[in-house]
């Protein structure tokens, strides 16, 4: 009798051990609460117990999706999408940052607005000196809400070494080690290139911006530049997958290797390796200072771009000069479990602030990748058609790419070209 007992007793823990597993393969749909129907508020007590049953649930890894796959890659290679919340809409932190961000930021919920994207948005302002706990805030409120949009917000040089940048902060807390940008030429826009179309993956949370420095000796900085074997790893295969997922043909390492051995040197050994587990797709290399050169002689040349974090830096904005400027260009920000989406040269804009000229095109094809990673593909095309059909009006240019037009123009235009 007692060895039936402990018999049954090992084979329910087997059993709960393998509906845990199941819970984690697939999560079940957040729990939504009855409301009243006089003021809509959820009762206390049953709001108190929703909150607890939601920190027990194991957040569930997504694959990140660049606005650019294709739907078959997706089925192919993506889990299900996060189920959405009651009434089938999302939540999405918004943090408007600095500069041109905050009215940026209200263009894209008044497009939003209009387009009747089911999206809902937690505010959290986070400027250049806001201390800590507003940074802690942000951060917890895109762990709540899995995927934020935000403006830039400035790292002013002038700041005490142990002020750390706010954005670097979240990236790293986050673990959004995958930093994209889709550099092209877009219609409408006169550019001294045609045809160009690159995908830069950066490696967004070592190297350079590791924040490891100190005065050894009055006068005498040094400054840590870090690479591992597992994030270059990491990172090259988000590349190839990427390069795979979308169909491309090449991927390019960025790199200084003959100068620095170890550590670019490890980054571009990682690369090799990796390549060699996609066969059907070219890989070559190419030293950093080579490569600006190759992209403003000849930029068609590229395919897939991966490069650690401060080259990542310098070839985004010059890629995104080649197409038109920094407010044409978006950026995301992918991690396994968050995302958070941007301009793609991360420029506050601050000298522009307030005066209704800047671009607001960078901001919405942001918005548009970030619906794309809601699986709101309908609404993602829709206002990404007309962003792009606005920009065929040369009266709706902005300064930025030899207009004359405005913010509110231009965005008035993109609403108008909305069905």
């Known amino acids: 009798m007692a060895a039936a007992t402990r018999r049954g007793a090992a084979g329910g823990a087997r059993a709960g051990g393998k509906s845990r597993e199941i819970s984690r393969r697939r999560p079940p749909r957040p729990l939504a609460l009855p409301r ?3 003021s809509g508020a959820a ?15 194991v957040p569930v890894p997504r694959w990140p999706r ?53 999206v809902d948005f937690e505010e959290v302002r986070v400027g250049a000196e806001a201390p800590e706990a507003d940074v802690h805030n942000a951060i917890m409120a895109i762990r709540r809400n899995g995927v934020a949009i935000k403006g830039n917000i400035e790292t002013n040089h002038n700041l005490p070494p142990s002020h750390k940048s706010r954005n670097n902060l979240i990236r790293t807390s986050l673990d959004l080690y995958a930093n994209v940008i889709h550099c092209q030429s877009l219609p409408g826009v006169e550019t001294r290139h045609r045809d160009v179309d690159i995908l830069i993956v950066r490696e967004n949370t070592e190297g ?24 270059s790893r990491r990172i ?16 390019t390492a960025v790199h200084k290797a003959n ?44 395919d897939v771009m991966v490069m ?49 000229i800047a671009n607001p095109t960078a901001a919405l094809l942001a918005a548009c990748m970030m619906l794309d990673h809601l699986r709101l593909h309908s609404y ?26 405005t913010t509110s123009g231009a965005v008035q235009s993109i609403i108008n070209h909305l069905p």
């Open 66 to 118: 660049p606005a650019w796959f294709s739907h078959d890659a997706e089925r192919r290679h993506l889990p299900p999408p996060p189920p959405a919340k009651y009434g089938g809409r999302h939540t999405v932190t918004l943090i408007p940052g600095d500069g041109i961000g905050p009215e940026l930021m209200l263009h894209v919920k008044e497009v939003f607005r209009h387009a009747c994207v089911p």
């Open 36 to 38: 009243s129907r006089e």
């Open 43 to 57: 009762h206390p007590a049953m709001a108190a117990a929703l909150r607890a049953a939601r920190r027990l649930r």
């Open 259 to 302: 100068i620095m051995k170890l550590g670019d040197g490890l980054f571009l050994q990682c690369c090799k390796e990796v390549a060699a587990e996609y066969p059907e797709i070219s890989f070559q290399s190419m030293i950093v200072d080579n490569t600006t050169m190759q992209l403003v002689s000849r930029p068609q040349q590229f």
């Open 208 to 231: 350079e911006y590791s924040s490891l420095e100190h005065e050894s000796v009055a006068g005498v900085v040094e400054s840590l530049k870090i690479i591992t074997a597992g994030r």
């Open 380 to 405: 993602a095309t829709t206002i990404r058609q007309a962003v792009l059909s606005s920009l065929d009006d040369p009266r709706t240019h902005t300064p930025d790419i030899g207009g004359q037009g």
């Open 236 to 251: 090259a295969h988000y590349a190839f997958g990427l390069a795979r997922a979308a169909k491309r043909r090449s991927v």
């Open 308 to 356: 650690p974090n401060l080259y990542g830096n310098i070839v985004n904005n010059v890629c995104a000069g080649l197409v038109g400027g920094p407010g044409l260009v978006p950026g995301a920000n992918y991690g396994h479990d968050y995302a958070v989406f941007e301009t793609a040269t991360r420029n506050t804009g601050k000298s522009i602030a307030n005066r209704n």
